[in-house]
């Protein structure tokens, strides 16, 4: 047999003996509802619940444009298993901004 076969031979063994077995995580799976308020004078409000491993960016699109922009405060947040609240400032004569999560990372497995 050649190097290569013994390598993966011993990692799928070595995997069984010790009994880790491990899916990855799907990071469009992951990706979790964002929870949004906003009052009259245009201050928003953005939670989720974050998971230990991932980091989070909030991007957000004014409503007539098709461009996705990170928010300032809202960038490589780090997931701590709580939920994480950021705000936004919107001119209340425009008020319609669209929000979206990109998540980044493998998550923590779990034991």
């Not at 004078?41 to 957000?60: A, M, N, Q």
């Not at 947040?77 to 998540?103: C, E, F, M, Q």
């Amino acid at each position: 047999m050649n190097m290569k076969i013994h390598f993966a031979l011993g990692v799928v063994l070595a995997a069984l003996l010790t009994g880790c077995v491990s899916k990855p995580v799907d990071k469009e799976e992951h990706r979790p509802p964002l929870m949004t308020s906003q009052n009259s004078e245009g201050d928003v409000t953005i939670s989720f619940e974050s998971e230990p491993g991932y980091i989070y960016t909030i991007l957000y699109s004014d409503f007539h444009r098709k461009t996705w922009t990170n928010l300032t405060n809202g960038q490589n947040l780090r997931g701590t298993g709580k939920t994480i609240t950021i705000k936004d400032k919107v001119n209340p004569a425009h008020p319609r901004r669209h929000y979206w999560i990109k998540v980044q990372g493998q998550g923590v497995p779990s034991r």
